[in-house]
C-alpha cells in the first residue's frame, strides 16, 4: 500500500502541474463557445461546489481501493493518457466559460488557481468516469455507487458553471479513448538476433 500512495501521489502531483501549466500556455486566445440549451436551461447551484470538489477525494480512493495491481496502473495510465491528450487541446485550441464572480469562498478559490480556459474536454469529468471505470473492472462491491458519485460530479460541472455540457461529452469520450489506450497489451518482446 506505501508504494500504490506514493504512486498515486505522485501521478495526481503530475497531472495537477501539467493542468496547472497548461492553463496559462495558449496557442491562440481562448474562446467562448456558443450555451447550449442544456447550458441555458441549468440554473447555477452553489450547493453542487462540494460534489465538484470531492472530485479530489474520488479519484485517490478509487486507484487506492483497487485489488488488481493490473486494474489500478491501468487506471493511473488511463488518467495520464487522458490528461496529455487533453492538455494537447487545451493548448491548441483553448475555450473558456463565463463564469459566475464573487459567488462565495471555495469559487474564489477555485477561480484563482484555475482560470477559466481548461474547458473542452472536460478533464474533471474524464478522471471521474476512468476512476468509476476502474472499479468497475475490478470488480468492486460499491462499484455501482462509485458510478452514481461520477455522475454527480460530472453533472456538478454545469450545475457550478465551470464548463459547457458539451465539455462533459468531451470529457467522456476523452475518458473511454484514454481507458482503451491502457488497456492495450504491451508489444511482445522481439526475441534477440530477429529482427525488430
Avoid at 6 to 27: D, F, G, K, W
Avoid at 53 to 66: D, E, Q, R, V, W
Avoid at 95 to 114: K, Q, Y
Wanted: proline share 9%; glycine share 4%; with cysteine.
Amino acid at each position: 500500500m506505501p508504494r500504490r500512495i506514493a504512486l498515486t501521489a505522485a501521478v495526481m502531483t503530475a497531472i495537477s502541474a501539467a493542468y496547472i501549466i497548461v492553463n496559462h500556455i495558449h496557442l491562440r486566445a481562448p474562446v467562448l463557445l456558443p450555451l447550449s440549451f442544456v447550458d441555458r436551461a441549468v440554473a447555477f447551484s452553489p450547493w453542487a461546489m462540494p460534489v465538484y470538489l470531492s472530485h479530489f477525494i474520488f479519484l485517490p480512493i478509487a486507484l487506492l481501493t483497487a485489488r488488481s495491481e493490473s486494474v489500478f496502473f491501468r487506471g493511473l495510465k488511463a488518467m495520464a493518457i487522458a490528461t496529455a491528450l487533453a492538455c494537447v487541446v487545451f493548448v491548441a485550441y483553448p475555450t473558456t466559460f463565463p463564469r459566475v464572480e464573487s459567488a462565495g469562498f471555495w469559487f474564489g478559490l477555485l477561480n484563482f488557481i484555475d482560470t477559466p480556459a481548461n474547458c473542452f474536454p472536460s478533464l474533471h469529468v474524464a478522471m471521474a468516469a476512468i476512476a468509476a471505470w476502474v472499479l468497475h473492472d475490478d470488480g468492486r462491491p460499491w462499484a455501482p455507487a462509485a458510478a452514481v458519485w461520477a455522475a454527480a460530479i460530472i453533472a456538478s460541472t454545469v450545475l457550478v458553471k465551470q464548463h459547457y455540457a458539451v465539455d462533459s461529452g468531451g470529457g467522456l469520450l476523452l475518458a473511454a479513448l484514454s481507458a482503451r489506450l491502457a488497456s492495450r497489451p504491451a508489444p511482445e518482446p522481439v526475441p534477440a538476433g530477429e529482427p525488430a
